[in-house]
């Protein structure tokens, strides 16, 4: 079966310092990755997606990055965080391809707090 | 643009009593549709999903409908017990999107005893 890790689960950093949260996914190959963040009692906002290693898309502006080095990890991060960076952020995958081919499977979260 | 949004911020029921989330979209060519739950911490779980070729889809004790009309659809949940007490979240894509799912802000459900 399936699984998807990510870590880690909680998060406190100060402003301006560096940040990398890590996403991987087990039992499945070629998966599409996503990770989303979601402000407090909001919605969840995508803000990057990938069909492949080294591919991929940035949905919003913003102070962060995201990597795939290989198939199954995904990696947000920043250089310098900002106070408006803090939220939980959600690494998801679904079934590889360019069809909507069903559901999307979340991580655990990380959440994360900027002071 | 795409938007999906929800009417209701919070809706409490009484345990036993059937429950409506409802959630509208702006894009008519959305054609895939996804109701999510999320308890406290963690992160989103699937319940069920409807494309556009269909107005009906049932599940255990849910069920979702779909009005490409007014572009509108809705989560009904039957029978509705405590453990049912999370966020729900409706979601769009497009055909095509990577599953591109765009959520709305989320419907806090509340069952009381």
């Known amino acids: 079966s399936q699984t998807i890790h990510q870590w880690p689960a909680t998060l406190v950093q100060p402003v301006g310092s560096p940040l990398s949260l890590e996403c991987t996914v087990e039992g499945t190959s070629n998966p599409n990755l996503y990770w989303y963040r979601q402000a407090a009692g909001r919605g969840l906002q995508l803000l990057f997606y990938?069909?492949?290693?080294?591919?991929i898309s940035s949905e919003v502006p913003q102070n962060l990055s995201a990597s795939r080095p290989q198939d199954r990890q995904f990696i947000l991060s920043s250089k310098k965080l900002l106070l408006s960076d803090s939220g939980f952020y959600l690494c998801?995958?679904?079934?590889?391809?360019?069809?909507?081919?069903?559901?999307?499977?979340f991580g655990e979260g990380s959440r994360l707090t900027v002071l | 643009g795409e938007s999906v949004g929800l009417h209701l911020p919070t809706l409490s029921v009484q345990e036993g009593d059937n429950s409506i989330i409802n959630c509208a979209y702006s894009n008519s060519a959305s054609d895939y549709f996804i109701w999510y739950k999320q308890e406290s911490g963690k992160g989103p779980q699937f319940i069920i999903d409807?494309?556009?070729?269909?107005d009906k889809r049932q599940g255990q004790r849910v069920t979702v409908l779909l009005n490409k009309t007014v572009k509108h659809l809705s989560l009904q949940i039957a029978a509705t017990q405590p453990g049912d007490s999370a966020v729900y979240f409706c979601?769009?894509?497009?055909?095509?999107?990577?599953?591109?799912?765009?959520f709305g802000a989320g419907t806090r459900l509340a069952v009381h005893p």
């Open positions: 409807i494309r556009s070729n269909m």
């Open positions: 990938s069909v492949g290693i080294g591919q």
């Open positions: 998801a995958w679904s079934v590889g391809g360019t069809v909507n081919t069903g559901e999307l499977f």
């Open positions: 979601a769009g894509a497009l055909s095509g999107g990577y599953n591109k799912l765009i």
